[in-house]
């Protein structure tokens, strides 16, 4: 692969709880990583289910946790309208100010701050609805930022969270398995997305829904950035061992054809959960 098409490599899963620290070229691969994401079609129909399962009015206050680049907190905000609020929060300023520049211009409200889903401020029964997705994963106290995120919400109110499990991750080769494998493995609850469900009983959330669907780029998905975003996860896997020289030199040649016949692929699954506080 040409220098001029190498992608910096992800940053490492354990530090998802301190992305500030990273470098420039690791907060932009981010930035590009989570658009490139959100442009799948598996992706995208998880993020209505989302929005259905929230079940938001005109009017309604959402807070919207671990905001990214903020494009859900303005689809969240189309929901609610002029006269509802949205908070979008998010731990990385990073991604706040990227959110907040995307969100010039556009004629929705939306509060832009700082905060941790395990220690949120704001008093009981603040919001109409909490929206979660890909941060619980992450956090280190799992079921103290449930019971926040509960707290914060009204009585009646929905709390609905999206979160994967790679515990079941598939991919068309084991190369590639290997490679997406090594990038995840440091991910502090990887297979929270399994006990969602559960967790949502145990923190007093009634009226359960969970909505298990598979999360991943479709055989037409493999864009040149995609391809290139995959080979940015061959240097870290390369000196962990995970990979050998050899097998990586084999499969670059062999993905490449696997993509333009449209049979390359990963997937796992990803759970939108949702439930209403009593």
């Known amino acids: 692969m040409p220098t001029s098409d190498r992608t910096p490599g992800p940053v490492d899963a354990s530090q998802f ?70 908070v979008a929060l998010d731990l990385s300023m990073f991604q706040l100010e990227e959110a907040r520049r995307r969100a010039v211009g556009s004629p929705l409200a939306i509060e832009f701050a700082q905060g941790d889903v395990q220690e949120l401020a704001y008093p009981d029964d603040t919001f109409d609805a909490c929206r979660c997705e890909r941060v619980l994963q992450h956090v280190p106290a799992l079921e103290q930022s449930l019971r926040e995120l509960v707290r914060v919400t009204k009585p009646g109110g929905r ?43 145990d923190v007093g959330l009634r009226e359960i829904a969970v909505r298990p669907q598979l999360c991943g780029p479709l055989p037409d998905e493999w864009t040149p950035e995609a391809i290139r975003m995959s080979h940015s996860f061959i240097p870290a896997a390369l000196a962990g061992g995970t990979v050998s020289p050899a097998d990586v030199a ?26 209403t506080k009593v």
């Open 159 to 201: 709390v609905v969270v999206i979160d994967t499990d790679w515990g079941g991750l598939v991919t068309s080769d084991p190369v590639l398995q290997a490679l997406v494998a090594h990038v995840t493995a440091t991910i502090r609850n990887p297979q929270v997305g399994r006990a969602l469900g559960r967790l949502f009983r």
């Open 17 to 86: 709880t301190a992305l500030d620290r990273g470098t420039q070229d690791q907060h932009a691969t981010l930035i590009r990583w989570l658009d490139l994401q959100n442009s799948w079609a598996t992706m995208r129909m998880a993020k209505r289910a989302l929005l259905d399962l929230l079940a938001l009015r005109p009017g309604q206050a959402a807070l919207e946790v671990g905001c990214g680049t903020g494009d859900d907190a303005l689809a969240l905000a189309e929901r609610v309208g002029p006269t509802g609020r949205v």
């Open 250 to 275: 084999a499969w670059s040649t062999t993905f490449a054809q696997d993509t333009r016949d449209g049979i390359a692929f990963w997937t796992a699954p990803y759970f939108v959960v949702a439930g």
